[in-house]
């Protein structure tokens, strides 16, 4: 069963085509992510099936309930949609509790659900605090219990983590995805962030140009890019020209192995592009020789910059993750080579 359910759904501002024609079932008690770069329509979207934004065309279902298409329209309070917008959007005249009983329908207003969900979201004891007494993570944790509170159908996530800092942000989503699974509430998370994306959600839907051009679990959509340009947007991906021989990709990196795909065998001879990505890249005492460039060190990994030694392909760079101690120093002859198979995109095919 579905929770969100959107057909063909399509909006325009003037002359400018925002959505066009938007597919996309989130399944009940599953959280979604809308990935998708700045302009992409995915605000919009979330805009559309909250009800603040009126659907030129298509269809909008919450919960099972048609809530928005031709000749319907439910006015927001009404959907049974919690929203938590960017930076909280607190009541700064209320309490933290009095923010999270807001939430709820008047008649049915009671101190005891609202500690709840002050202690779901590891507010405990914070009821009585004003939100300028609260950090920003601390506000946006609010703003989770407050959409939460009324037990909607359906929360609407507009990008809550994306003014808080690396660390606190990654915390904060671990913290928010367990409180949704507690209530088992169905989510949407709208974002541009891949890494936020593919940590938290059961499934990511890819936006571009006002359309959802893929949707999968996160391994699939990272594994298995729909297009060359979802590879190079879903993580860092090394794009190498290619030419098909026996079922394998001719590279500067050799012959890699092609990874299945629904539309069967690639013929032989067939001129297009190979995303490999930068951890399948591996550093030994076989492949491809390589000049170390640079190597940028994160800790518990690295990427390394190298320039391939093969003649005729001396410009070529790619960049490769390795384990931080397997760091080879700049200026040192390496070797490279490739593990797991690669995506192939055809010349000309859709991007």
């Known amino acids: 069963m579905s929770d969100l359910s959107i057909r063909g759904l399509t909006k ?19 959280l979604a992510a809308v990935l998708g770069p700045s302009g992409c329509g995915k605000t919009t979207l979330l805009r559309v099936v909250a009800g603040f934004e009126a659907a030129d065309g298509g269809s909008v279902s919450v919960g099972g309930r048609l809530v928005a298409s031709d000749g319907v329209f439910v006015a927001p309070e009404r959907r049974r949609v919690g929203v938590v917008p960017q930076e909280g959007a607190l009541f700064p005249h209320l309490s933290v509790a009095g923010n ?11 101190r005891g659900r609202v500690d709840q969900m002050l202690e779901l979201v ?22 989770v219990a407050r959409a939460l509170a009324p037990e909607p159908a ?6 809550p983590f994306s003014a808080l800092d690396t660390g606190l942000r990654a915390a904060l989503r671990a913290d928010v995805r367990t409180a949704l699974r507690a209530t088992g509430a169905t989510a949407v998370l709208v974002t ?26 996160p391994a699939e959509v990272y ?12 993580g860092e991906a090394v794009v190498l020209p290619a030419v098909v021989r026996d079922g394998h990709a001719a590279t500067v990196l050799g012959l890699l192995r092609l990874r299945a795909t629904d539309g069967g065998r690639v013929p032989d001879g067939q001129r297009g592009h190979v995303a490999v990505r930068p951890e399948q890249l591996v550093l030994g005492t076989e492949g491809l020789g390589a000049t170390v460039h640079q190597a940028a060190f994160f800790g518990h990994d690295a990427l390394v910059t190298l320039g391939l030694d093969q003649p005729g392909a001396t410009a070529a760079i790619v960049t490769c993750r390795t ?22 995109f055809a010349a000309g095919a859709a991007s």
Do not use: I
């Open 100 to 110: 999270v009983e807001f939430g709820l329908p008047r008649g049915s207003r009671r």
């Open 192 to 217: 541009h962030d891949q890494q936020e994306a593919l940590s938290v959600a059961d499934s990511v839907a890819v936006m571009r140009a006002g359309r959802v051009v893929q949707t999968g679990t």
């Open 154 to 159: 359906l929360v609407l996530l507009d990008e």
């Open 122 to 143: 590891g507010l405990e004891g914070y009821g009585d605090r004003m939100p300028d007494e609260l950090s920003g993570g601390q506000q946006q944790r609010v703003a």
């Open 12 to 30: 325009s501002f003037g002359a400018t085509e925002v959505l066009r024609g938007v597919d996309l079932d989130v399944a009940e008690g599953s």
């Open 223 to 234: 594994s298995q890019p729909a297009d060359l340009l979802v590879a190079t947007f879903v």
């Open 323 to 344: 384990h931080a101690v397997l760091v080879p120093p700049e200026g040192s002859t390496v070797h490279v080579s490739v593990s797991e198979p690669v995506s192939f």
